[in-house]
């Protein structure tokens, strides 16, 4: 299927906008279900298919709403942001701090059960830095407890960025979570 910008843009608005109606979807579903769905599109539209052709093809198709219920996708839930998401993105930053391991653990543990976030926020927010602001304070101490004449000076730069990139995913996922509850305001 040879395909103008425009044309490209409107099957990738399509499926994307799909994807985040179906995240509540186990992930190996999701991807088979949009890679289908990608197929079925290309195979629907002839190789010098006008843009007319790919919208009569994607309205046969329905919108993507009917197909995630279809799929057995939960709704994703709307208004505000509930509390497990603004507590999973509290203990992964602080609750190392507050509460060691546990706190982070609890964080992780609210992050993976929300369907709010996608895949990608998940792994961010459990792998880059397990243990939260915790683990990264103890050797920023120890980096600088040391005399200022025995360390090397990069020294107060790694530990300034071990503390502050916690605070960076924190930030990250605000912002996510932000877009997310806009996105879901304006469908409404």
């Known amino acids: 299927m040879t395909t103008t910008a425009r044309e490209a843009r409107?099957?990738?608005d399509f499926l994307n906008r799909l994807r985040d109606l179906t995240t509540t979807l186990p992930p190996a579903q999701q991807a088979q279900l949009l890679e289908e769905l990608r197929s079925h599109i290309q195979e629907a539209v002839a190789e010098d298919a006008s843009e007319a052709a790919l919208r009569r093809a994607l309205e046969t198709l329905g919108p993507p709403e009917a197909i995630a219920a279809a799929a057995g996708a939960r709704p994703p839930s709307s208004g505000?942001?509930?509390v497990r998401e603004w507590l999973a993105i509290a203990m992964l930053t602080v609750g190392g701090i507050v509460l060691p391991v546990l706190g982070w653990l609890f964080g992780v543990i609210l992050l993976w059960s929300s369907p709010r976030w996608r895949?990608?926020?998940?792994?961010l927010g459990t792998v880059l830095w397990p243990g939260g602001t915790y683990f990264m304070l103890i050797p920023t101490l120890l980096l600088l407890h040391q005399p200022i004449g025995s360390r090397p000076p990069t020294d107060g730069i790694i530990g300034l960025l071990l503390t502050t990139v916690p605070f960076l995913v924190?930030?990250?996922l605000l912002i996510r979570l932000h877009w997310d509850m806009r996105s879901r305001a304006a469908q409404k």
């Open 10 to 12: 409107l099957v990738a």
């Open 80 to 82: 505000p942001a509930p």
């Open 119 to 123: 895949t990608r926020d998940k792994v």
């Open 170 to 172: 924190g930030v990250y």
